[in-house]
Nanobody, 115 residues
């Protein structure tokens, strides 16, 4: 199983970015996928999930209304678009296999929101 995230970087407050994750080594279309994040000194937080068909989604209160999760089962990718970014969104973002924060995850991509 391999999960590779990309798309992180430095963004100004109020800006947007899209995180991408490509999965391999498993049947991507048969599993739910999630995004979690870990800010410095804080616990891992589950922020979004999408079921295998892309029908059911979940957003934490911290990102609800500012984020959109999507997946392409033909490309084995899951994306998280984030808008209106705030300094408190600064964290390492992880792609997670499954529904929640407990599954196998990638190496993470750092998002820094700062002026």
């Amino acid at each position: 199983v391999q999960l590779v995230e990309s798309g992180g970087g430095l963004v100004q407050p109020g800006g947007s970015l899209t995180l991408s994750c490509t999965g391999s080594g498993f049947t991507f279309s048969l599993v739910s996928m999630s995004w979690a994040r870990q800010a410095p000194g804080k616990a891992l937080e589950w922020i979004s999930g999408i079921d295998r068909d892309g029908v059911k989604t979940h957003y934490s209160d911290s990102v609800k209304g500012r984020s959109s999760i999507s997946r392409d089962n033909n490309k084995n990718t899951v994306n998280l678009q984030m808008n209106s970014l705030k300094p408190e969104d600064t964290a390492v973002y992880y792609c997670v296999l499954g529904w929640g924060r407990q599954g196998r995850r990638g190496q993470g991509t750092l998002v820094t929101v700062s002026a």
